[in-house]
């Protein structure tokens, strides 16, 4: 499997401020993805973070709000914009591909986020 | 992807094996069986995955019917660290960038003293 690290593991963020996630993987992977899963809920695809180029998102989800870098095979990050309390979920990376994990998906800790 | 679905919940005594279903009856013959769980406020943990022999690893046994119209993950012997919802999600593979993965609700297993 991988070593995925996230930061921050929780934060609490006020009304219309904006928050980075990062997400680190401790060897080279194809894919990373960035999942929501808000308070009782399953986990829902936001997008798959491209390196090199703009990321791919789901239905229901821009850019505008979720910005998204990925600027090597082993780090990524998401971006929650203009936060509003609808926004409090945990937030979860998850990478596949390359040597190592092959087409398995392997997800990171997650970050929790409690916006007020 | 073809749909899966599972109980919503299940109880296991302690020490004894627990079996969680999973019919995904549309399932195409390019799609694997995927099992992961996701204890309470991590993030989900991969278990094991098929196509269509039986598979077995350290964690859980996986057992596919003939037809791979359903499933079964096999924890031998439980333990209260086993509570956790369980998903069963039926993925295509080799399909470069499109490998994406789509959780339903799970089985959340309850495992007692």
């Known amino acids: 499997s991988a070593v995925i690290s996230q930061k921050p593991s929780r934060d609490i963020c006020q009304r219309g401020t904006s928050l980075t996630i990062q997400c680190q993987v401790d060897?080279?992977?194809?894919?990373m993805f960035w999942y929501r899963q808000q308070p009782g809920q399953s986990l829902t695809l936001i997008a798959t973070?491209?390196?090199?180029?703009?990321?791919?998102?789901e239905s229901g989800f821009v850019i505008d709000k979720f910005p998204i870098s990925r600027p090597n095979l082993t780090f990524s990050t998401l971006t929650v914009s203009n936060m509003s309390p609808e926004d409090s979920s945990i937030y979860l990376c998850?990478?596949?591909?390359?040597?190592?994990?092959?087409?398995?998906?392997?997800f990171g800790p997650g970050t929790r986020l409690l916006v007020l | 992807d073809a749909k899966t679905t599972q109980p919503t919940s299940m109880d296991c005594a302690e020490g004894r094996a627990a079996n969680l279903p999973c019919n995904h009856s549309?399932?195409?013959?390019?799609?694997?069986v995927y099992w992961y769980r996701q204890i309470h406020s991590q993030g989900p943990q991969y278990i094991i995955h098929?196509?269509?022999n039986n598979e077995t690893n350290e964690m859980a046994s996986l057992i596919i019917t003939e037809d791979r119209k359903s499933s079964t993950l096999i924890l031998p012997h439980a333990t209260l660290r086993d509570t956790a919802v369980y998903y069963c999600?039926?993925?295509?593979?080799?399909?470069?960038?499109?490998?994406?993965?789509?959780f339903g609700t799970g089985t959340r297993l309850q495992v007692t003293l």
């Open positions: 998850s990478v596949a591909g390359g040597f190592r994990l092959q087409e398995t998906q392997y």
């Open positions: 060897s080279q992977v194809t894919m």
């Open positions: 973070a491209n390196q090199g180029s703009e990321a791919t998102y």
């Open positions: 549309t399932i195409s013959g390019n799609e694997y």
């Open positions: 098929g196509l269509k």
């Open positions: 999600i039926v993925r295509r593979v080799n399909t470069g960038t499109a490998s994406k993965l789509t």
